[in-house]
């Protein structure tokens, strides 16, 4: 069974960048579409970007089209998502899952954890950017 382990989450300056990974176990990433989300605290869980199986990627949430990209290697599994010029803002819970499709409007659209279509949720990994 996909398991799906988010990591490279962490506390950082207004302006700082950081690299998440979304690594798969259990199966092999290059089946699937992985979508990246995230949860800022009180609101509601939004798509970022979606990686298709196809190599493609989606639009990106209109807050962080430009800083934030998104990439695969399938030879170790993992997708990422480099992230660039960190704002307060982007403090939030970032997760990783198997959307069954990566729509055009992936990014900016409102998710829930069990949103139909979506599975293999990851933990998740927290974001904190903090002056």
């Known amino acids: 069974q996909l398991q799906l382990v988010e990591s490279g989450g962490g506390l950082v300056q207004p302006g700082a960048s950081l690299r998440l990974s979304c690594t798969a176990h259990?199966?092999?990433?290059?089946?699937?579409?992985i979508g990246w989300f995230r949860q800022a605290p009180g609101k509601e869980r939004e798509g970022v970007v979606c990686s298709s199986v196809s190599g493609g990627t989606t639009n990106y949430a209109a807050d962080v089209s430009g800083r934030f990209t998104a990439s695969r290697e399938n030879g170790k599994n993992t997708v990422y998502l480099d992230m660039k010029n960190l704002k307060i803002d982007d403090t939030a819970v970032y997760y990783c899952a198997t959307p069954a499709e990566c729509s055009w409007n992936f990014g900016g659209k409102t998710f829930r954890a069990d949103t139909p279509g979506v599975s293999n949720w990851g933990q998740g990994t927290q974001v904190t950017v903090s002056s």
């Open positions: 259990g199966d092999t990433l290059n089946y699937y579409n």
